[in-house]
């Protein structure tokens, strides 16, 4: 869709941003950034409007108000509450669920937003491991077999099972990079024969959480993003307006290819081209 034609999504009340792909290109790690073209200035333009936006990011491996001080380094108007992980939306739905004892495979990163909500942390090398009451895997670059047993060994138990993200692939400067959340979920499903509950993108627990931080309904959120299977999965399962970047895994002409349900509302070279739908940045 050519971005005049924008004026059909709105009114909109706020903006959920991918980072990865979207506002920048990094590292596997997340240890550093490049950003692409348009990023400061819509932030910036948003900034200016006091109009609401959040960043929500798959990566795990570290807390938001890092991850948000990294961005802030390279230009990003970022503040620390604006920066979400799916650890954001796993503390806050795992402490809905009354649950209180979590076996975290993943960085200190991973567990540290549970940890501020007053969750119980237990990691796979704790005696304590067998008596979680879930198990959330996310950021794990040295994960091993001994982990993923213990994981194994909690579900047998009656743990739940979550996931900060199962998706393969993300972009990086270097081009696509695997998801090592995904080849653990996939051990650890092998084993037990029990689903996952994915509590990051597109998950609509994510969703959910989303709209409750901008103070808007589902309907009325833009979801920026490079992927078909992520943001843009996520805004058209839950009614938001999906809106699709060809600056990370995604060109225009695969774009134009998906199904309806992985279809962005519209489609812009790089996420600077907001700056020339300004109709769908205001609250009409």
């Known amino acids: 869709m050519d971005v005049r034609a924008a004026g059909a999504l709105g009114p909109l009340r706020g903006f959920m941003f991918d980072v990865d792909g979207t506002l920048v290109l990094g590292d596997r790690a997340g240890g550093s950034y490049d950003l692409l073209p348009g ?12 109009f609401p936006y959040v960043l929500l990011t798959n990566g795990s491996a570290r807390p938001p108000a890092e991850v948000a001080a990294k961005l802030r380094h390279v230009g990003l108007p970022v503040a620390d509450e604006q920066m979400l992980t799916p650890s954001s939306v796993a503390a806050d739905y795992l402490a809905r669920q009354g649950i209180e004892r979590v076996l975290i495979l993943g960085t200190a990163g991973v567990g540290q937003p549970l940890e501020e909500r007053g969750l119980r942390i237990l990691w796979p090398d704790s005696s304590e491991a067998k008596e979680a ?3 959330y895997v996310g950021w794990h670059p040295e994960c091993g077999m001994r ?11 009656g743990a739940k099972f979550y996931a900060a993200s199962d998706v393969p692939f993300f972009a990086t400067r270097e081009g696509r990079s695997i998801g090592y959340s995904h080849a653990i979920v996939a051990a650890i499903k092998s084993l037990t024969g029990k689903r996952v509950v994915v509590l990051g993108k597109p998950s609509q627990h994510a969703m959910r959480f989303v709209a409750r931080k901008l103070g808007a309904s589902i309907g009325h959120i833009g979801v920026v993003g490079d992927d078909p299977l992520v943001e843009i999965e996520m805004a058209r399962r839950g009614g938001a307006i999906g809106v699709g970047v060809t600056t990370g895994l995604t060109p225009a002409e695969v774009w134009a290819s998906q199904p309806e349900a992985r279809r962005p509302h519209l489609v812009l070279n790089t996420v600077g081209d907001l700056l020339r739908t300004e109709h769908l940045l205001l609250d009409a």
């Open 133 to 135: 009451e879930a198990v």
């Open 147 to 157: 982990d993923i047993e213990v994981a194994a060994r909690a579900i047998w138990g």
């Open 39 to 50: 990023a400061v200035q819509v932030l910036e333009a948003l900034n200016e409007r006091s």
